[in-house]
């Protein structure tokens, strides 16, 4: 189908609108990466340091030792997106928790971003609530907060205990992406093993002023909140991370176009020049053509007396 040269102007302009809005999300995307990228890594050292604490628990109290209970309810906690553009961010962590919890009749999800509740809705799940996603990093601790209240109001109904699971994604190396399952509650088989096989480096035993009791659930609190934290701010990263991929690619596809438009555009402008020169010669031509024929041949120059061309203006 031909297209006009006007056609093909609006289309460019139309497309450099659309690249100037995907630019933008690009750009949007690495500023928002960074301060999550900050919180994690925080989180994640603060995280160490309550697994020191950990340590000293079992150094003082023997090693750690918890199991979950066979009847145990499991909780998943699911950390979606609510912005878009980032692929099937949702979906991946949605079909990797149906996969969890098919052989789990009785089960509780909670998660984070409405677009994450239909994801999980549209595998044949239910959720038991679903929280907004944080707006910033200053967000992440009041999200945070109210997931542990939640957890808590669970656990209460719940007299054989419950087992705490994140789902969210995670970076890998290369750029990669990848939704994972990680077990929180009780401490998963390979973090105990790190506890017990850690050597203990200083001259000074531990000790506590608490009871054994108090200070374990303390600090499993606190393990809780950190991983929970981690996990958020991870899964944040990973959605900036995910939506600039898919932005550059936008927009590197956009470039193409407007590459191509351009070249038609010149096409169209050429084919345009060339039909109005060419319009002109043959009009010329035909005019020429024209007067030839009405020159009187013994008068070279003058008109035989039977021209009837129209005197020239002037």
């Excluded at 999300?25 to 960074?34: D, E, H, V």
């Excluded at 992406?177 to 506890?195: K, S």
């Excluded at 060419?278 to 020429?288: Q, Y």
């Amino acid at each position: 189908m031909t297209q006009t040269l006007e056609s093909l102007v609006r289309r460019t302009e139309a497309m450099q609108g659309i690249r100037g809005i995907v630019h933008t999300m690009k750009t949007l995307s690495a500023i928002n990466r960074y301060p999550y990228e900050q919180a994690a890594r925080s989180i994640n050292d603060w995280r160490d340091t309550i697994l020191d604490g950990l340590h000293a628990f079992a150094k003082a109290h023997g090693a750690l030792k918890q199991s979950a209970d066979a009847r145990a309810l499991p909780v998943v906690v699911a950390l979606g997106s609510d912005q878009g553009l980032c692929g099937n961010y949702n979906e991946t962590v949605a079909q990797t928790l149906a996969a969890h919890l098919a052989t789990h009749e009785q089960h509780a999800i909670l998660c984070i971003g409405a677009e994450m509740q239909d994801a999980i809705h549209d595998v044949g799940l239910k959720t038991e609530r679903a929280l907004l996603t944080p707006a910033s990093v200053d967000g992440l601790g009041r999200v945070v907060s109210d997931l542990i209240t939640r957890i808590d109001a669970v656990r209460a109904d719940q007299p054989h205990g419950i087992t705490v699971t994140l789902a969210f994604t995670e970076r890998k190396t290369h750029g990669q992406q990848t939704a994972v399952l990680r077990q929180v509650l009780p401490l998963a088989p390979e973090v105990l093993v790190a506890l017990t096989n850690r050597p203990w480096t200083s001259r000074s035993l531990p000790h506590f002023d608490t009871t054994p009791t108090a200070i374990l659930a303390a600090l499993l609190r606190h393990y809780l909140f950190a991983s929970l934290f981690y996990a958020c701010a991870e899964a944040l990263v990973t959605e900036n991370a995910a939506r600039f991929a898919r932005m550059q690619q936008a927009e590197k596809n956009i470039d193409d176009q407007l590459d191509e438009l351009a070249s038609t555009t010149r096409t169209t402008r050429q084919s345009a020049i060339t039909e109005e020169l060419l319009d002109v010669i043959a009009g010329f031509e035909a005019l020429k053509h024209r007067r030839a024929r009405h020159v009187d041949p013994a008068k070279p120059g003058i008109f035989a007396p039977s021209d009837t061309l129209p005197a020239a203006d002037g």
